[in-house]
């Protein structure tokens, strides 16, 4: 290390005066906006790798960004401390810390990145993918004594030194052992004494809940935006905590270049009243006071440092071939090596508890919309405390061609180059995107909820203007939507992905909860809907670990892969990944499938009352099961208990991994919608029936009517431990079956069809209206008993012991009276059925008319006095003949 390079480390060390504070701003890399109620849906047909290259980065919102700052900087002081107390030994997630010959070589390359003539402090900068996705570790510069420069040659006078690009790549020498005895024969020297094992403490860590409803979180320190309750596929983001901006877009500029900047910025310390007298004097002496004040942005990475002659060249790589890394440079290695270097030295000038004025993460957009760039023949020029300009070489101050930028441009406020700003201006950000308020916009506002994970909505209202209009912020209801057949395609196409159909449905959900007609027929207790996905599907596989029978040579173990044929392998694909499903469903397999289900939606739900506490307590479950879905929901529900034992009724306190696994859910089912539903047919293969569950203490019911036979009892299939049940129908969609029938064939046939009451009237009426009854508090005037009296003849010939059987089995299914629900879809004077068909199945999530249903139904009073008069069951008029 050379003496002027110790003089440099010793000024930044003792440097009194530190670089202003950085207004960082986190931004995320992802097609769900995840701070909007009303975000657009994802591209359908896009991997992810092509759509984060597109899309520009969103910032979190000013709530969101103080919570990820402090965390950030409280992480950063635990790593110090934990790399402390570590010392020298290598650290999970970072590079090994330099010591001995690499410190040296290390220090030594400070003068390297030194490019400003004026220099004060060496240009440097952070790398994005090495050391700036997490807080960095502060490498101290230590004490170097009077004869420590040339101890590496001396010895060897006639070998070169190693170049100091390339020194800290060499390994350290060996430490001295605790015992170095010269007497072979001492038994103490040969002993080995037995080592305690240490348990290495974990590296710190956080997760910060970001968003408006709290469904995500962003890992520290690997900065990836991540859903917490279901398990990603696709839907991983990077995240950017970004100190530099475009000025014309004030989008992040790459974490490299934004460290290369702040390096400068250290260097230059443009914050001065000194900088601003040194770029007056540039302006009077002219183009070459110009060149003076430029700062080259990278150094030159391409020459080597080699001063010494090339005599004796055989015998270095002879002798050192050993100590040096055969891997050959590369302009890309050594941009990220001057990074590293300069990551120190920025945070030196902060100190250790100063502000982290470091750019951090991936970026994976550019300015222009393209790959991120890092201008590697770029010269800045920084114009105040806040501003710089990115010149390229024939746009840099010279004297020969008469360039002078910086009076005839950027002093007169004319565009040149790249303007960048220091710190993140939010008024200026909010000027370029404005948000366009709608009435959609407004209701979705209105009707938001959240976790309560970091803070109780209740509280974030008065600080976070995301939250700030939500009138139902905390969950009351939850619904855990349980997906059919062909989750394991979306593995191969992102827009099979069931997790986009549910943000898709979630945000029509907060629609509805902020529309008008929607709110006066809310309960007045009622709180918030969250829906979450439970993706069963994703972590199950049907190829491994089938047999544990010992090797024999007559067994014959075959899979699936085994038996497909080569021919047309995107259509086999397609249909292994989603038409088996069902035969595996009717195989041995069954049971793995259903503790999948259970195990998932137990995880979810034990997530969840850990966020949310008192909401096991106070909270209700619902569930929504599409296709093969509804089939194992209704298993599961046959054999789950009536209520959930004390011993349970905590969930946060449950172990998951226990062994023998929970074998039901960990909580109580309030309503059941099966969409797209082949369970009546299932039914019908086991000759079972839908019953009531005996000793369910459905609220609102006739306590006199929970006996049998009209209830049964607990383990029997179709006896559901539910409150309520509904079956919506799509007419086109060829999976669906009816389930009135399988309560009471002949009583089911005496009901009118009944359909969804639409979300919008029609032209001549509104009979098929919501909203044409009185909302909840009138409705304790109807009578209890269907409306048509019944006539002589059916006096004298009816059965109406089965009848009363059956209509009060009903009602103990569903508070409405029947479960068979139809869905207005598709018509018109030129529908294709057979085409209208092919999409029908997969068509309930952004129905209006299916989602305000959800949404009623959940929230609506409870008991039979708080049903809609637009869901009860009607009879058939029946006409007598003489």
Not at 414 to 427: S, T
Not at 754 to 774: N, Q
């Amino acid at each position: 290390m050379t003496s002027s390079t110790n003089q440099y480390i010793r000024q930044i060390l003792h440097h009194s005066e530190a670089p202003p504070p950085v207004k960082a701003r986190f931004f995320y890399t992802s097609p769900l906006a995840i701070d909007d109620p009303l975000s657009p849906l994802p591209p359908s047909a896009q991997t992810a790798q092509t759509t984060y290259a597109k899309l520009p980065p969103r910032p979190f919102s000013e709530f969101d960004n103080t919570a990820l700052d402090k965390a950030w900087h409280d992480l950063r002081r635990k790593l110090l401390r934990y790399n402390e107390e570590r010392g020298e030994k290598p650290k999970p997630h970072a590079d090994p810390e330099p010591t001995g010959r690499q410190e040296k070589g290390k220090k030594a390359e400070l003068s390297v990145l030194s490019t400003s003539p004026s220099a004060r402090r060496p240009a440097s900068a952070s790398d994005a993918s090495t050391r700036s996705n997490r807080p960095p570790v502060i490498h101290e510069a230590p004490a170097v004594p009077p004869d420590a420069e040339n101890h590496d040659t001396t010895g060897t006078p006639f070998i070169r030194a190693p170049s100091m690009r390339r020194a800290d790549r060499v390994p350290s020498r060996p430490q001295p052992q605790l015992l170095d005895s010269y007497q072979w024969d001492d038994p103490s020297a040969k002993a080995k004494k037995p080592k305690k094992p240490q348990a290495s403490p974990e590296t710190p860590s956080k997760k910060i809940a970001v968003g408006v409803s709290r469904l995500h979180h962003v890992a520290m320190p690997d900065l990836n935006l991540e859903p917490i309750y279901w398990r990603p596929v696709n839907d991983v983001s990077p995240v950017v905590r970004a100190t530099w901006f475009y000025k014309d877009t004030m989008l992040p500029v790459e974490p490299s270049v934004a460290n290369m900047l702040e390096a400068g910025y250290t260097e230059l310390q443009p914050w001065t009243e000194t900088w601003s007298d040194e770029l007056n004097s540039a302006i009077e002496v002219g183009a070459a006071g110009e060149a003076k004040v430029l700062h080259k942005l990278w150094p030159d990475l391409f020459k080597r440092l080699e001063s010494r002659p090339s005599t004796a060249r055989t015998e270095m790589g002879s002798v050192t071939s050993m100590n040096l890394d055969d891997e050959p440079a590369t302009a890309e290695k050594d941009r990220e090596h001057a990074v590293e270097i300069a990551c120190d030295i920025i945070d030196i000038a902060s100190g250790v508890d100063g502000v982290d004025n470091k750019a951090s993460g991936t970026s994976t957009y550019s300015s222009g919309g393209g790959l991120p760039r890092w201008y590697p023949t770029a010269g800045v020029v920084y114009a105040n405390a806040n501003d710089a300009y990115i010149l390229k070489p024939n746009l840099q101050p010279s004297a020969y061609y008469g360039r002078r930028p910086l009076a005839n441009y950027i002093r007169k406020g004319r565009k040149l180059g790249i303007a960048v700003v220091r710190g993140f201006d939010q008024a200026a950000y909010d000027r370029l995107y404005p948000t366009k308020k709608s009435s959609t916009a407004t209701k979705a506002e209105e009707g938001v909820s959240s976790s309560q994970s970091g803070a109780p909505p209740n509280r974030r209202q008065k600080s976070d203007p995301a939250l700030a209009h939500a009138e139902r912020p905390k969950v009351t209801e939850l619904i855990l939507v349980i997906h059919g057949i062909g989750q394991k395609l979306s593995e191969r196409m992102e827009s099979f992905h069931f997790t986009h159909a549910i943000n898709a449905f979630r945000r029509e959900v907060s629609v509805e909860l902020g529309t008008d007609g929607v709110k006066s027929r809310l309960r007045t207790n009622m709180g918030g809907i969250m829906v979450l996905p439970v993706n069963w599907r994703q972590s199950l596989s049907f190829e491994d670990g089938e047999r544990d029978i010992p090797d024999d040579p007559a067994l014959n173990d075959f899979g699936l892969k085994d038996i497909t044929p080569e021919t047309l392998p995107s259509v086999r694909n397609i249909v292994s990944d989603v038409m088996l499903d069902v035969p595996y469903y009717l195989s041995h397999h069954q049971p793995k499938m259903i503790a999948a289900v259970i195990g998932e939606a137990n995880r979810i739900y034990k997530l969840w009352c850990q966020n949310n506490p008192g909401f096991a307590q106070h909270g209700r479950v619902h569930i929504i099961a599409h296709s093969l879905g509804s089939v194992m929901a209704v298993d599961i529900l046959s054999k789950q208990p009536t209520s959930i034992p004390a011993e349970l009724s905590d969930p946060t306190t449950v172990d998951l991994n226990s062994s023998p696994p929970l074998e039901h859910f960990l909580f109580n089912t309030s309503g059941l919608f099966l969409c797209g539903s082949p369970a009546g047919f299932f039914l019908l293969l086991k000759r079972a029936s839908l019953m009531p569950r005996l000793g369910k203490q459905k609220p609102g019911a006739n306590l006199s009517s929970i006996r049998k036979p009209i209830c049964g009892s607990h383990g029997t299939y179709g006896c559901l431990a539910v409150d309520n049940i509904y079956n919506i129908i799509n007419p086109y969609d060829p999976v669906s079956y009816r389930l009135n029938a399988t309560v009471d064939a002949p009583y089911a046939s005496s009901l009118k069809s009944a359909w969804v009451p639409t979300a919008s009237p029609g032209w001549f009426s509104s009979s098929g209206s919501w909203f044409y009854s009185s909302p909840e508090g009138a409705s304790g005037n109807r009578p209890d008993q269907l409306p048509r009296l019944p006539s002589n003849v059916e006096l004298e010939t009816h059965n109406f012991s089965r009848e009363e059987i059956a209509e009060q089995r009903m009602l103990l299914l569903n508070d409405n009276g029947q479960i068979d629900y139809f869905l207005k879809y598709g018509g018109g004077p030129l529908e294709i059925q057979y085409l209208t068909m092919l999409g029908a199945h997969s068509s309930y999530w952004l129905l209006k008319d299916f989602v305000r249903m959800i949404v009623l139904e959940c929230g609506r009073g409870l008991g039979r006095d708080g049903t809609i008069q637009g869901m009860r069951a009607t009879k058939k008029k029946t006409q007598l003949t003489t």
